[in-house]
């Protein structure tokens, strides 16, 4: 179809990841843990920590200069950036930061926080601006920084994150719409399996008016609930988003689920019968990085030349809200 039609397109990736790695073997010094107990429950092998000057901004701007450079175009050509996060360096967001970091002078910028959904709903997002043809290009980064909201005490949470950027660039085409279907959910009830609560220390102004000072709370999370939750939402989603798509299992080239965890996605994989080669997963590499855990681990299939052209990619995020959500796609 030519003329008005406004389909979207993924033209580029990018990915950034802090220096610093911290392997399982380093995690047993810190608390009761062991290497071989993080491999077999989580396949987490190591992570990549943000060291104290380094900031999210920054790396969320190395990503999406990547991905802007892969996409053949230059950051004043940017609309719209969207940064998908629940760890911006303010508390105001961080978009408009890395709008300056990136030179993307036309662009507008806004944080979005859906924590490990974050990537999933933010192309959502994006492609609603396309679609209505609002805007032209736009530049999506996924970007965490949870180490530094992990309590390194906790031994069931400290040892399944890491820190890490990744982005896609969106553009508006004329061709067929690569985004092929997508769903995105969310249920508030189920909140307290996951968060970082806001944590208020009342103070008082008058004797009639008082607030609360505070900051957040470490992450706490019941691992056994998410983890139920996620095996039984995740082939769900992804199942509705076939249907809609009007595309059989068979028709997935690769599968990329948030890298939260191996185990999930082994059982994700195996309750929608795509069979493991067609599993994307650096999760033993980076840990679990949230918003950015989708994006780095298509930046790194594509740049390794797994992912070709047409390919098409089954997508899915979950995590704290409870949120998730799925889009199928073809890579350009
Ligand atoms: N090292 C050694 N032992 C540990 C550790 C550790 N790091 N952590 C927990 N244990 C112990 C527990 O204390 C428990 O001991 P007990 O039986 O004596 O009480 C035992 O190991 C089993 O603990 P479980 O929590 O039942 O372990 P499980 O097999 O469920 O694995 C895990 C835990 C890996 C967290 C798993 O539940 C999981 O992956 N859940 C999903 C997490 C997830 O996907 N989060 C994604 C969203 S993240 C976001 O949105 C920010």
């Given at each position: 179809m030519k003329g008005n039609y406004r389909g979207v397109a993924i033209t580029g990736s990018g990915g950034a990841k802090p220096s610093q790695v911290l392997q399982n073997q380093d995690l047993s010094q810190i608390v009761d843990t062991s290497d071989e107990w993080i491999r077999t429950r989580t396949g987490i092998r190591q992570r990549h920590l943000a060291k104290p000057s380094e900031s999210l901004s920054e790396l969320a701007a190395r990503a999406g200069k990547e991905a802007i450079a892969m996409a053949g175009i230059t950051p004043d050509q940017m609309d719209l950036i969207i940064l998908a996060t629940s760890?911006?360096?303010d508390l105001f967001g961080s978009g408009s930061k890395i709008q300056n970091l990136l030179g993307a002078n036309k662009a507008v910028a806004f944080d979005l926080t859906a924590a490990c959904s974050g990537f999933v709903f933010g192309l959502v997002t994006a492609s609603q601006f396309i679609r209505t043809g609002v805007y032209q290009n736009v530049l999506l980064i996924g970007a965490d920084i949870l180490s530094r909201w992990v309590d390194w005490s906790d031994r069931s949470t400290c040892v399944l994150f890491g820190d890490g950027a990744g982005a896609v660039v969106c553009q508006r085409t004329e061709?067929?719409?690569?985004?092929l279907g997508f769903e995105i959910c969310s249920d508030?009830?189920?909140?307290?399996?996951l968060n970082a609560p806001y944590c208020p220390t009342p103070a008082t102004l008058t004797s009639e008016v008082s607030v609360s000072k505070g900051t957040y709370e470490a992450i706490t999370m019941n691992g056994r609930e998410v983890y139920r939750f996620a095996v039984a939402k995740v082939p769900e989603v992804i199942e509705k988003v076939l249907f809609r798509a009007q595309?059989?299992?068979?028709?997935?080239d690769w599968l990329i689920l948030h890298q939260a965890n191996q185990r999930i996605m082994d059982a994700v994989a195996n309750r929608l019968t795509?069979?493991?080669?067609?599993i994307i997963s650096n999760v033993a590499s980076y840990g679990n990085t949230s918003a950015a855990s989708i994006p780095l681990a298509l930046n790194e299939a594509i740049r390794q030349g797994k992912i070709k052209s047409g390919d098409v990619i089954a997508t899915s995020g979950f995590g704290a809200g409870l949120t998730w959500g799925a889009a199928i796609f073809q890579w350009r």
């Open positions: 760890t911006p360096d061709e067929k719409d690569n985004l508030g009830s189920q909140n307290a399996c595309l059989s299992v068979e028709q997935v795509i069979p493991p080669e067609k």
